[in-house]
């Protein structure tokens, strides 16, 4: 995979490149994405399909827990909220840092779904995503480079 923006691969014309590139004498095959590590990564450094990926896996981790919701209190959901639905919005969440904005609104949708299945209720406040002492997804993704940087 050669890994560029848009712009950059089109005033190089790097689509058109071939790139022969051998390992223990076999051709490797050149390819726009793969999956590496449960991150998406694309040629063009786009996080589109990753954040499909993470949505699509929140919203039917949610869905399943929800019917599960007349079993559980407060502090079970809460944590299996955390567990089985914030992790996934955290994990490599430094790697596609920054992300566009339309992106970061649809992974805070998914922390608002999960406060919801916690309060049993809709939530779209930051104030309720506070009071479960959560951050929102944006502090949250600073807060995470913030340690990366410092090792906290």
């Known amino acids: 995979m050669v890994l560029s923006t848009n712009q950059l691969a089109r005033v190089h014309d790097l689509s058109n490149q071939t790139t022969q590139l051998e390992v223990s004498n076999r051709q490797l095959e050149r390819v726009s994405e793969t999956k590496l590590l449960g991150v998406k990564l694309q040629e063009n450094l786009k996080w589109n399909d990753h954040v499909e990926d993470v949505a699509n ?73 506070l009071k479960l002492n959560w951050l929102p997804v944006e502090e949250s993704r600073d807060f995470n480079l913030l340690k990366l940087t410092f090792k906290i």
Do not use: W
Request: with cysteine; proline share 3%.
């Open 57 to 129: 896996a929140s919203y039917g981790v949610l869905r399943t827990l929800r019917k599960l919701k007349h079993v559980t209190n407060f502090n079970l959901g809460k944590r299996l909220a955390e567990l089985l639905v914030l992790s996934r919005l955290d994990y490599c969440d430094s790697v596609f840092s920054p992300l566009p904005q339309y992106l970061m609104k649809r992974l805070q949708k998914i922390e608002f779904a999960a406060a919801s299945f916690v309060y049993g209720r809709y939530v779209n406040n930051i104030g309720d995503i």
